[in-house]
């Protein structure tokens, strides 16, 4: 009997995020496993999809940004004159931690310098953006106490499997 997709079975799963337009952004073919409905939370409510489904099945869904990245907040962008800024950060795709007024830390990259000015953005790069996610199931099976270990070595109240 093939095994399906349900809360506590060990999946493994490949996965390609493409953009609207159908360009790759993400791809994915070294196998993925996690434990389904455990602590995992795949893209864009992709678990809803996956319930009762087995290995070999493949799935392709469209996720607006609120299921995704999230929309884009131009309130994340920051604008600085270059000479204000350490050299170390002086180059795209630099990281640069912020923190608010809370303590609160976040990473910003630098996205742009141009004109004396460098920007930093907090926003994920996929954000505001609709994706494509298309998932191959690979394997279904009953999780292993390795498998819940691995998931989660902290863990200390794993279910007894049979």
């Known amino acids: 009997m093939t095994e399906k997709i349900e809360p506590g079975k060990f999946v493994s799963l490949t996965y390609i995020i493409k953009d609207k337009a159908g360009s790759v952004l993400e791809h994915n073919d070294i196998p993925t496993g996690y434990i389904f409905g455990g602590d995992t939370e795949l893209l864009g409510g992709m678990d809803e999809l996956l319930i009762d ?93 390795a498998d819940f270990t691995e998931a989660d070595p902290e863990t200390t109240n794993k279910p007894t499997l049979n």
């Open 53 to 145: 489904k087995q290995a070999g099945d493949e799935i392709s869904s469209e996720i607006p940004p609120a299921k995704g990245f999230g929309e884009y907040n131009p309130a994340m962008v920051f604008v600085d004159d270059l000479e204000n800024v350490p050299e170390d950060f002086r180059h795209v795709g630099a990281e640069v931690q912020m923190q608010n007024d809370r303590g609160e830390s976040r990473s910003f990259y630098v996205s742009k310098i141009k004109d004396g000015k460098l920007v930093v953005d907090g926003n994920h790069p996929l954000a505001g953006k609709t994706l494509t996610l298309e998932v191959k199931i690979l394997e279904v099976r009953d999780a292993t106490e």
